[in-house]
C-alpha cells in the first residue's frame, strides 16, 4: 500500500488494499429560529443555517432548489457523489408537554431510519446517527420530528449548539 501526502491537504490518494474517499461532500446546519411542531404530525426541521457545505449540495431554504444541475427539496442533502453517508441530527425540545418525541431521517421523501423514538415530559434532547447509501443524482435525506403533545424546538437565539443536522462521505460507492 502507498499513501501520498501533500502539505495543505493532507492524503490525497491510497493505493494498494486501501481506498480513500478524496474531498467527499460534506455539510452541516442548525436551526436559527424557534419552529413548532404541531401535536402528532411528522415535521421536516428547517436546518436553515449553514455552518458548511463543502459541494454546494445542501439546500437550506424553504422551496426546492437547483443545487449543482440537481433539483434538491427545501431543506434537504442531495450529494452530486455516490457514496456512503454518516448522517447526524438532534434537536432538543422546550418544557412542554410531550408523550411521545421521535427524530426520523428520511430519503428522498420516505421514512428511512427512526433515530430516537421515546415516551418524554419536559425538556428533552433528541439526537442520533445512521450510515446510508446516496447514489448522486437523485437519493436526498431530510430530518424530521415527531411529538405527541405540545412543544417548540428550541434554537438558543440562532446558536448551533442544540439543533444540528450534518452529513459526511465516508466511503465512495
Known amino acids: 500500500m502507498s499513501i501520498i501526502l501533500d502539505g495543505t491537504n493532507g492524503i490525497t490518494s ?5 481506498s ?3 474531498a467527499g461532500p460534506a455539510f452541516q446546519a442548525y436551526l436559527g429560529t424557534s419552529q413548532v411542531i404541531s ?3 411528522t415535521t421536516q426541521i ?3 443555517v449553514k455552518e458548511f457545505d463543502t459541494a454546494t449540495a445542501y439546500n437550506n431554504t424553504g422551496s426546492t432548489a437547483t443545487l449543482n444541475g440537481l433539483s434538491v427539496p427545501a431543506y434537504s442533502f442531495m450529494p452530486p457523489v455516490a457514496g456512503y453517508y454518516q448522517v447526524s441530527a438532534g434537536y432538543q425540545m422546550n418544557g412542554g408537554v410531550e408523550t411521545r418525541v421521535q427524530l426520523l431521517v ?3 421523501g420516505s421514512l428511512y431510519k ?5 415516551s418524554a415530559n419536559g425538556e428533552i434532547s433528541i439526537e442520533g446517527s445512521v450510515l446510508v447509501y446516496l447514489n448522486g443524482t437523485s437519493d436526498y435525506i431530510s430530518a424530521y420530528g415527531y411529538i405527541a403533545g405540545t412543544g417548540t424546538i428550541q434554537y438558543n437565539g440562532g446558536s448551533a449548539d442544540l439543533t444540528y443536522f450534518s452529513a459526511v ?4 460507492a
Open 106 to 108: 428520511y430519503k428522498t
Open 169 to 172: 462521505m465516508v466511503r465512495s
Open 46 to 48: 428547517n436546518f436553515n
Open 20 to 22: 480513500l474517499a478524496t
Open 14 to 18: 491510497v493505493t494498494g488494499s486501501a
Open 114 to 118: 427512526r433515530l430516537f423514538d421515546s
Open 39 to 41: 401535536s402528532a404530525t
